[in-house]
Each structure stands twice: as C-alpha cells, then as structure tokens.
Nanobody, 113 residues
Framework: QVQLVESGGGLVQPGGSLRLSCAASGMFFRGATMGWYRQAPGKQRELIAQITGGGRTNYADSVKGRFNISRDNAENTVDLQMNALEPEDSAVYYC???????WGQGTQVTVSS
C-alpha cells in the first residue's frame, strides 16, 4: 500500500531555513507527480509546490523564489527546501500524490522568534 512519510519540520526563526523530506513507498514513484501542500489553522489546505515525474516544477506565488522542490527517484523521496521563512509560512506541511490520491501525515513548521 502507498505510504508517504514526511520529516524535517520544526521551529525556526524568521529568515531561517528548513528542509522537509517525504519518503514514498508502495507506489511507482518515478512516474508520479508529487506535491507539497500546507494548511494553517483556520485556512484551507493549499498547494505550494509540485514536481512532475520528469522534473517539471511549479510553485505558489507566495513561495516562489524562496522554496525549492526536488526529487530523488533512486531514493523515492521528494524534498522541499524552504528559505527566507516568514511567520506566515507556519503551517502543517503535507506530501501528496495525485495519482494515488494519498496524503502523508503532515509535519509542523513554526516560524517564530
């Protein structure tokens, strides 16, 4: 069965960086588009970055230029490098595969001084 396990969340000061990782199993990872979403309290879950099986990426305007999504098809992982973090980036971050319609359990990111 499909499993997505996120890691790398935590508390960081404004302007800092974090790297999230999502480890996938039970699926054909190489050909699957993968996405990172986030959900802040009281807000809808939103797509912030996506990468196709071929490596094409797209980003939400709110994170463009600060976040970078990448994948390692040998390790079945998709990472999200987050730089210049702002308090507004605080949320639970989720990994998602639309092909299998499966979500990870989420990892909390808190940006605060």
């Amino acid at each position: 069965q499909v499993q997505l396990v996120e890691s790398g969340g935590g508390l960081v000061q404004p302007g800092g960086s974090l790297r999230l990782s999502c480890a996938a199993s039970g699926m054909f990872f190489r050909g699957a588009t993968m996405g990172w979403y986030r959900q802040a309290p009281g807000k809808q879950r939103e797509l912030i970055a996506q990468i196709t099986g071929g490596g094409r990426t797209n980003y939400a305007d709110s994170v463009k230029g600060r976040f970078n999504i990448s994948r390692d098809n040998a390790e079945n992982t998709v990472d999200l490098q987050m730089n210049a973090l702002e308090p507004e980036d605080s949320a639970v971050y989720y990994c998602y595969t639309p092909k299998y319609n499966y979500w990870g359990q989420g990892t909390q990111v808190t940006v605060s001084s």
